[in-house]
Nanobody, 122 residues
């Protein structure tokens, strides 16, 4: 089974920076995309940033210009550099990966990990 482990969260002041890391393990023939999501209390889990295997990125409007996603499909790692953090960025952050278990498979997502808490104080 594919497992995801997020790390790097913590408490930071508004305007500060934080770098999140995610390590994926398990059998994956190929990765189509890696992404970060977040879920604030009382809110649904939403996509924050996505990085495709071709190197294209997508960002939620709320984080565009402040967050940067990077990673290495071969190493099955993904990072999220967060700058100019705001209190509204407070959430549990999760990573995920869309991958193919076999070459002919349809891309699927891995089971969710535990996430890492990011708290931004004002």
């Amino acid at each position: 089974q594919v497992q995801l482990v997020e790390s790097g969260g913590g408490l930071v002041q508004a305007g500060g920076s934080l770098r999140l890391s995610c390590a994926a393990s398990g059998s994956m023939f190929g990765i189509n995309a890696m992404a970060w999501y977040r879920q604030a209390p009382g809110k649904q889990r939403v996509l924050v940033a996505e990085l495709t295997s071709a190197g294209y990125t997508n960002y939620a409007h709320s984080v565009k210009g402040r967050f940067t996603i990077s990673g290495d499909n071969a190493k099955k790692t993904v990072y999220l550099e967060m700058n100019s953090l705001k209190p509204e960025d407070t959430a549990v952050y999760y990573c995920n990966v869309r991958y193919r278990k076999f070459s002919a498979d349809t891309a699927i997502m891995a089971p969710w990990g535990q996430g890492t808490q990011v708290t931004v104080s004002s």
